[in-house]
């Protein structure tokens, strides 16, 4: 069973809408990634954070993607004006640190742009 | 661009067959690999990582890594219906960071 923790499972949103989901990383875990992966299994990797410091991000987050990892409360990503192409499985994970440290995923948010 | 590319895209065994995945970086800067795998409607779990020349071996499972050639490869004997699953490649540097990159994933189908 995944210890990390993302809701909701499964969310439903029309074109334009603000769509977004949270992810409580395994505990003891400062380092959280999000991954879009789509529906031909490629996955792109998104932004991560250590502790509440953005690490990296792609040039899609900064447009129209938004996340934070707040202390005390879960992390989040969320998408302003969703669109038919953000359809995808987005997977949390969260690692011990940042050296070829594995990666322990949550079972994902299913986003379904209609 | 993809850094990580995997073949093939989707391998059919017999169970108690052999199946072998194949994975190369273009990123000369990676110094770690990972495989995971991923069964259909569940979140990706670690199964192996290597970062030294050479094999690894955990139980039905076999990791190889030739560092020259950025090449490492999972080989999985005596197949069961069970591996059915996506097995994603991944590479990561020892930067700070700690982001891996992801291949396309092999679909492996064992058929009983």
């Known amino acids: 069973n995944s210890k990390v923790i993302q809701t909701p499972r499964y969310l439903v949103k029309g074109q334009g809408q603000k769509a977004k989901m949270r992810c409580i990383p395994e505990k003891g875990h400062p380092v959280v990634f999000w991954y879009q992966q789509n529906k031909n299994n490629e996955f792109k990797f998104l932004i991560n954070f250590q502790n509440q410091e953005v690490l990296q991000q792609i040039d899609m987050t900064e447009k129209r993607f938004s996340a934070e990892c707040p202390s005390n409360s879960p992390c989040s990503l969320e998408i302003q004006s969703s669109e038919a192409g953000d359809s995808a499985l987005y997977l949390c994970?969260?690692?011990?640190?940042?050296?070829?440290?594995?990666?322990?995923f949550g079972h994902g948010t299913k986003l379904s742009v209609l | 661009q993809q850094k990580v590319q995997q073949s093939p895209e989707s391998l059919i065994v017999p169970e108690g067959g052999m199946a072998s995945l194949n994975c190369t970086s273009s990123?000369?800067?990676?110094?770690y690999f990972w495989w995971y795998r991923q069964h259909s409607g569940k979140s990706p779990k670690m199964l192996m990582?290597?970062?030294?020349?050479g094999e690894k071996e955990e139980g039905r499972f076999t990791v190889h890594l030739n560092k020259a050639s950025l090449h490492t490869s999972l080989h999985i004997r005596d197949s069961q219906p069970s591996d059915s699953a996506l097995y994603l490649c991944?590479?990561?540097?020892?930067?700070?960071?700690?982001?891996?990159?992801f291949g396309d994933g092999t679909v492996l189908t064992v058929k009983p």
């Open positions: 994970a969260s690692s011990l640190g940042l050296s070829n440290e594995r990666l322990f």
């Open positions: 991944a590479a990561s540097r020892g930067t700070n960071t700690g982001k891996l990159t």
């Open positions: 990123d000369r800067n990676v110094d």
């Open positions: 990582s290597i970062f030294s020349n």
